[in-house]
């Protein structure tokens, strides 16, 4: 066992030890454990802050797809009526041109029938002048059966 006075000065020697170490070494390692304790609780807010700015960001990511899709859904309803007055106007326009062709072709054989009308005349004329012919050569004996000759034959062709 040790003695007296070791023990005594051990325990002054330990206390001096304290209060100096309470003067000097304490206050520092408080003030470095009260640092460290309050970057610890400055992470943990931030960290709460970033996960709530997550949260809002989510928030406002889904609000902008939501008004993407109406926007998308929009366009698409603006382009479907686009191309549905798109068809309607070709359409129109394909009546039309139908309308022109359909005139187009009644004037062409209108056009025709009259070329066709014209050239009957042209035959019957060239026919009516054969018969003058004929009967100039065949010697009628009077105008008296000339004139009913050209007559019968005239009533017989119709111009029209």
């Known amino acids: 066992m040790p003695g007296v006075g070791l023990i005594f000065w051990t325990s002054i020697i330990f206390i001096i030890l304290l209060l100096i170490l309470g003067k000097v070494a304490w206050k520092p390692i408080n003030k470095m ?3 460290r304790n309050q970057s610890i609780e400055d992470a943990l807010n931030m960290a709460e802050k970033a996960r709530e700015e997550m949260k809002q960001l ?3 990511n889904e609000q902008i797809m939501i008004e993407a899709r109406i926007e998308r859904d929009n366009i698409l309803k603006e382009a479907r009526k686009l191309k549905e007055q798109i068809v309607a106007e070709a359409k129109q326009e394909a009546g039309k041109e139908v309308e022109k062709l359909k005139k187009n072709a009644s004037m062409e054989i209108a056009a025709q029938k009259a070329a066709a009308v014209e050239e009957i005349r042209n035959q ?3 026919l009516s002048i054969l018969v003058a012919e004929k009967v100039i ?3 009628v004996k009077d105008k ?3 004139q009913v000759l050209v007559d019968d034959i005239l009533k017989d ?3 029209n």
């Open 58 to 60: 989510k928030a406002g």
């Open 33 to 35: 454990i009260n640092n």
């Open 144 to 146: 008296k059966d000339n």
């Open 137 to 139: 050569r065949r010697e």
């Open 124 to 126: 019957v004329l060239d």
């Open 157 to 159: 062709v119709k111009f």
